[in-house]
């Protein structure tokens, strides 16, 4: 359940009234791989398996989603998930284990987006409305995020109340159904800093657009990384931060 609502009272310079409204649902669920607890994640209580293999593959646990072996989620908000054995996750459990994030990316992690696709800023504007939601528009406590392709066609998307959350769910699901990502940029309503960046970046994705701000740290990973980075995406302007070479006017 994406939504519950609340008794309220409402003050302003008249006085107070009682009134109602819609709060968008967090819940915690512990994601563990190989029976190792790796993340404790607070998300809305759906789409949970998209949310599991995008998180896998964004995180850099694993490779390429043929990795991932099982997916289950039990009733007591335990995803267990299941990978082959390789040294990649011994290195990033190790890193995440000592508090030390961001170790991996700046020591031994070199991502490099290969895809050569160019998009249209036309196609950007257009496809904006993608990322409003109902649940958005009643209780104002939730982000989106989705793929879209060159034509302007969202192929998956995923409304969650973190913004991180929302793009792994997004991206997992497009992994589930055998997307291309290097085809595809995603959409996002979220600030964009290196990590939510880099996210993009493992998973293949050569474009992230936001409807808000990137910080320095997202900036400089989309550099490093060949993902274009467009930040402050309205129907009327946009700025790009880095590699515009793949916007088109």
Known sequence: MYQKQYDTVIIDKKGQKKSHFTV???????????????????????????LAVGYLVCEGIVSIPSDIKDVSID?????????????????????????????????????????????SSDVIRNSLHHIESEIY????????????????????????????????????????????LGEYYILSTGRQPGGMVLKAARAGIPMVVTKTAPLNSGIEVARRTGICLVGFATSDSMIAFANEWRLDK
Request: aromatic residues 6%; contains cysteine.
């Open 137 to 180: 528009q009643h209780t104002r406590g939730t982000h989106a995020a989705c793929l879209i392709d060159k034509d302007g066609r969202c192929i998956a998307r995923a409304v969650d109340v973190g913004r991180h959350n929302a793009v792994d769910k997004a991206i997992g699901q497009a992994l589930m159904d055998g997307v291309l």
């Open 24 to 50: 968008a649902v967090e819940e915690t669920f512990e994601l563990y791989v190989n029976n190792a607890l790796v993340a404790s994640i607070l998300a809305s209580p759906a789409q949970l398996e998209q």
């Open 75 to 119: 009733d007591h908000n335990r995803i267990s998930t299941t990978i082959t054995g390789n040294d990649d996750f011994d290195l990033w459990f190790e890193i995440r284990s000592s508090g030390c994030i961001g170790v991996k990316w700046e020591n031994n992690e070199d991502v490099k987006v290969e895809s050569g696709m160019h998009f």
